[in-house]
């Protein structure tokens, strides 16, 4: 095993990627930090160098008397001949007679003839010494000063400016914090993004698309045996799926055939009560078990087969179905509220559960009444309002269990105790909640309504 897969971890690994991305963010702010600190340090040197040696050149200025012997200056002083201090000086006249110093060239006086008076300017000199020089008129006579350096090479001196210089740019070093917090930051999110898109992709696997897989293929590496794991557990639920289709679609061959001879059976029956008796039965048997056949459709919903569903147009659809049937039970239906309300969903399950919702309530509500489907846009959904007993508080929880007809059921009702458990799990799949009310002078409002639409 290579020093770098142990330090860093194998190829293309998350561990990796995030040192990786997060050791080339932190230097690039590193970089940038030291390129500004030490930009604005040497820049701040310069300045402060350039600041002293004017007020050395003005301090010189102000001692020239050229009513006094060398104008009153000292040629012998150490600070016109000497090299051991920070600065050495040199005054020159008109015409460039030295009066006082040694940096004396044809080179450096052609630079100090250029000034105006009381101009500093930069003075070129040979090696790494810094010259600058000013022009003064003292009583109708030119001077011209010329103040050199000799700049100590000293690290701990530079040291202890670098230092002061960080103090005076504290701001700098935050700024250069708050980006090292940010580009990593941006790394770990950018190493991650690979997760997100499997997460992305899980999202969408579900009964109704349980031939997709996850995409292993932009994975760090630890993550790849997982992958597989994971892969080869859906192609198991997937044959479970299958199997279990299978033995629905061979169920309703098998017991609707048996149920259709039964209804052939019970028409050559003679005595008529018996017949309409038994008719009833199948009727019912033939309801539950489609019941159960929807139960199980709503169980296996995912949101992967959901399209752009309007909620108005269920209603009418499904409304329009069951009007004839009200009709022969002196009933009546309406549609009111939103004319277009657009949610994402299954049309088919939605159909079902507001299917079921209105021959409860067509079941419960009193004769010659009205059942109402309401429908509503924010939040979306429906309510179904009938004129029937109501729900006592205890049960308005326990109707939506499975096998549940409610305590006004009698036992000869057509009710299966299955219709409102399909409701509820067709809610649940669709992120929708289901509530049942009491109704402003008698009866139930059932509500269905979506908590986080998608349209």
Known sequence: MSVSTVLFGPRRSLKRRLLLNI????????????VVLISEFNEHLEDTLEEAMIGEAKEVIAQIDPSLPSFGLN????????????????????????????????EIWRQLAKLQVGAARSVTLLGERIGLGMRATIMDQNFYVLVSTFPKRNNETRFSKLLHEIEEEIWWAILAVLMIISAALFATRRSLAPLRTLSEQAREIGPLAANRRLDAGKLPA???????????????????????????????????????????SIDRIEDAELAQTLSQDADKLDRIFSQLIDLARADAASISGFETVDLHAVAVDTA???????????????VTGAERSEVSGNTGLLSIALGNLIRNALHCTAEH??????????????????????????????LFERFNRGAHSSSNSNGSGIGLAIVK????????????????????????IFNNPRP
């Open 425 to 448: 799990s067709v809610a649940d799949c669709h992120n929708a909640t289901v509530a049942i009310e009491n109704r402003t002078g008698g009866g139930s409002v059932f509500s269905f």
């Open 320 to 334: 329009t179905g069951l009007a004839q049937g009200a009709v022969r039970n002196n009933r009546t239906l309406s």
């Open 23 to 34: 050791i080339t963010a932190l230097s690039l702010c590193i970089v940038v930090a030291v």
């Open 369 to 398: 009444s009205e059942v109402e489907i309401e429908v509503l846009s924010d939040p979306p959904g429906w309510r179904v309002l009938d004129r029937g007993p109501g729900v006592p508080e205890a049960l308005k929880s326990a």
């Open 222 to 264: 630890e993550f790849v045996p997982l992958i597989t794991d994971v892969n080869e557990a859906f192609a198991r639920l997937e044959q479970g799926y299958k199997a279990q289709r299978d033995f629905s679609s061979n169920v309703a061959h098998e017991i609707r055939t048996p149920i259709a001879v039964l209804r052939s």
């Open 75 to 106: 040629p012998d002083a150490l600070r016109f001949r000497g090299v051991n201090g920070n600065f050495r000086y040199t005054v020159f006249t008109d015409e460039g007679r030295l009066v006082a110093g040694g940096e004396a060239s044809d």
